[in-house]
């Protein structure tokens, strides 16, 4: 993969393979789900919501797991239908519009799941981060209970991520990722 660091190891599975999936988590305090899938027809129908479930024993197993973040996207709602009035109105055209409306389903069925299975042994933060854009990054980001617009870049949001897991007044949250200083 081309990345290496003493402190990283580098798993290869996919979504069904349960060694691999076991491989990964054994042992770790922090898990971060940031994988997706394909927009439009090429998205597998479900894939998310079969994979965290696939997941969610082994996180359940693992004694030192302390949290686990899943990189939602921007137009999900909160587990009970909540969402800002704005993103209430555009979620789903713009989902239509730009070939996400599986995705949109299935991450919803995913915050749905993690709220029907929370699990008193770790912490649980659904992170929902705007466009992202790769460009170079720089800019603090943060955790808001309100939607930006603003861009933000992969390795912003990286760096928010791993700080966010770190965070545990976040556990049980499903916070937008936005620019520090922006609603």
């Known amino acids: 993969m081309g990345v290496e660091d003493d402190r990283l190891t580098v798993v290869q599975g996919n979504f069904e393979n349960h060694a691999a999936l076991h491989e990964t988590v054994r042992g770790t305090t922090h898990v971060i789900c940031c994988a997706g899938g394909t927009y439009g027809k090429g998205y597998d129908t479900g894939m998310m919501t079969r994979f965290i479930a696939r997941l969610w024993p082994l996180l359940a197993a693992e004694p030192t797991l302390r949290t686990f973040l899943f990189q939602s ?3 999900t709602p909160e587990p ?3 969402h800002p009035f704005l993103l209430k109105l555009i979620a789903r055209p ?3 519009f730009t070939g996400a409306t599986e995705m949109l389903k299935d991450n919803t069925a995913v ?3 993690m709220a029907t299975n929370r699990n008193d042994t770790f912490g649980t933060i659904v992170t929902r981060p705007g466009k992202i854009v790769d460009a170079a ?3 603090d980001l943060t955790a808001s209970k309100t939607p930006s617009f603003a861009a933000i870049t992969f390795a912003d949001l990286g760096a928010f991520t791993v ?3 770190q965070n545990a007044s976040l556990h049980g949250t499903y916070p937008f990722v936005v ?3 922006k609603p």
Request: net charge neutral.
């Open 137 to 139: 990054g720089g800019v």
């Open 179 to 181: 620019p520090k200083g």
């Open 94 to 96: 713009a989902a239509f």
């Open 73 to 75: 996207v921007f137009f």
């Open 111 to 113: 915050m749905q799941f």
């Open 163 to 165: 700080g966010a897991v």
């Open 80 to 82: 009970d239908g909540s």
